[in-house]
């Protein structure tokens, strides 16, 4: 009897002991997302990474003139706001190899030192942009000549050449019409406001 007793004090320590011991639950279904939310933001920042030369870079970027008109931008935001809106256009992030001579001087080193997540505002002077304005570049052409070719000579018509150079049309005169071959943005310093989607080091 007392062989049993004993059995029985025994059985009931045990499920004691095993009652009082922390239990061990599996992570539920919303910490399991918080936990890959927060993974996946520590890849998206990338750290302490910085964009250096030689890196392949993903951007978002708004370019304006120093009265504040957008001129090109890849953020449907922003270029509806401007009125530059273009359904046809894909709006996606500018990809570029930076110091590859793939930008402007003054984009490709804007970008330098950025991280990912960081957006930046970069003034560009002429030089490091699309030049100052050539005024061998800008000529007279006959009316005449430009009527055979099909071309309505009125200001702000856009021209090409057969070398495949753009001009667009600045003044008309009752003989000739003066066209400017300069890029559009030339002898302009240019503002772009840039953010930093996704960054590669290629070394």
Request: glycine fraction near 10%; hydrophobic fraction near 40%.
């Amino acid at each position: 009897m007392k062989q049993y007793l004993l059995i029985i004090a025994l059985s009931l320590l045990l499920l004691g002991c095993t009652s009082n011991q922390p239990q061990v639950s599996s992570p539920s279904p919303t910490q399991l997302a918080v936990s890959t939310l927060q993974n996946t933001l520590e890849i998206k920042t990338g750290g302490n990474m910085v964009v250096e030369n030689g890196d392949t870079v993903s951007v978002w970027y708004t370019g304006s003139t120093p009265d504040g008109k957008v001129f090109d931008t890849n953020v449907v935001a922003d270029a509806k706001a401007a009125k530059i809106f273009q359904a046809a256009r894909p709006y996606e992030t500018l990809d570029f190899q930076v110091g590859a001579g793939q930008m402007i001087k003054g984009f490709d080193t804007g970008v330098l030192g950025m991280k990912i997540g960081e957006t930046k505002t970069v003034l560009i002077p002429p030089k490091d942009g699309y030049g100052e304005s050539n005024p061998q570049a800008i000529v007279s052409m006959p009316l005449k000549d430009l009527e055979a070719a099909g071309i309505d000579p009125v200001v702000g018509t856009k021209v090409q050449t057969q070398s495949g150079a753009s001009g667009v049309v600045k003044s008309v005169n009752a003989t000739s019409a003066t066209i400017d071959f300069n890029h559009f943005l030339a002898g302009q310093t240019l503002k772009f406001k840039i953010t930093v989607e996704k960054l590669v080091k290629n070394k």
